[in-house]
T-cell receptor
Framework: GAVVSQHPSWVICKSGTSVKIECRSL??????MFWYRQFPKQSLMLMAT?????????EQGVEKDKFLINHASLTLSTLTVTSAHPEDSSFYIC?????????????FGEGSRLTVL | AQKITQTQPGMFVQEKEAVTLDCTYD???????LFWYKQPSSGEMIFLIY??????QNATEGRYSLNFQKARKSANLVISASQLGDSAMYFC?????????????FGSGTRLQVQP
């Protein structure tokens, strides 16, 4: 159980275009999902907290108009990178908690590797 | 604020030997949790082990054990009988008191290479 699926796994786009990444909880409901970004050989940095039915909470330094997050249902959160530029090339990974697992463990999607040309 | 420090960018270990990956942390929360995740080259994050701040005993999961020293604020991961498949990045992470809505904070990671 507790499977988080992310799509697409790989995406290459031209500079200036927008890219949407989906994160789904397959066998549980996730009221809160977390989006992380990971640059090569670096750690995971929290970008934003996605809350079902309300606005996302962004970390300091993350542009909310550039990284649009929508959490319209209890099983789906989307991250849209708008007007992508080469510096946005990174590994984006989502995660969610399962209600009732009190440790606070996060279950992660497979990640999406974005390359902006 | 929470902070996780992993001081070993890379570690080598011979197959079948044990290895310890270091992790120290800092938090003002009286209650917290500590995690270790493994990230192979494919990028997925694999949960390995969890230690709660009030747990009396060190956590163990198969070949993984967590050497939790609360007074020293350390939570080192011990992998026994290393296997070639253990080669990966390893991240120490922490959550604060509010388990429901807060994300995990990650350390910088340690790249482990298991040699035959």
């Amino acid at each position: 159980g507790a499977v988080v699926s992310q799509h697409p796994s790989w995406v290459i786009c031209k500079s200036g275009t927008s890219v949407k990444i989906e994160c789904r909880s397959l066998d549980f409901q996730a009221t809160t999902m977390f989006w992380y970004r990971q640059f090569p050989k670096q750690s995971l940095m929290l970008m934003a907290t996605s809350n079902e039915g309300s606005k996302a909470t962004y970390e300091q330094g993350v542009e909310k108009d550039k990284f649009l997050i929508n959490h319209a249902s209890l099983t789906l959160s989307t991250l849209t990178v708008t007007s992508a530029h080469p510096e946005d090339s990174s590994f984006y990974i989502c995660s969610a908690r399962v209600a009732g697992i009190n440790t606070g463990e996060l279950f992660f999607g497979e990640g999406s590797r974005l390359t902006v040309l | 604020a929470q902070k996780i420090t992993q001081t070993q960018p890379g570690m080598f270990v011979q197959e079948k030997e044990a290895v310890t990956l270091d992790c120290t942390y800092d938090t003002s929360d009286p209650s917290y949790g500590l995690f270790w995740y493994k990230q192979p080259s494919s990028g997925e994050m694999i949960f390995l082990i969890y230690q709660g701040s009030y747990d009396q005993q060190n956590a163990t999961e198969g070949r993984y054990s967590l050497n939790f020293q609360k007074a020293r604020k350390s939570a080192n991961l011990v992998i026994s009988a290393s296997q070639l498949g253990d080669s990966a990045m390893y991240f120490c992470a922490m959550r604060g008191q509010d388990t429901g809505r807060r994300a995990l904070t990650f350390g910088s990671g340690t790249r482990l290479q298991v040699q035959p």
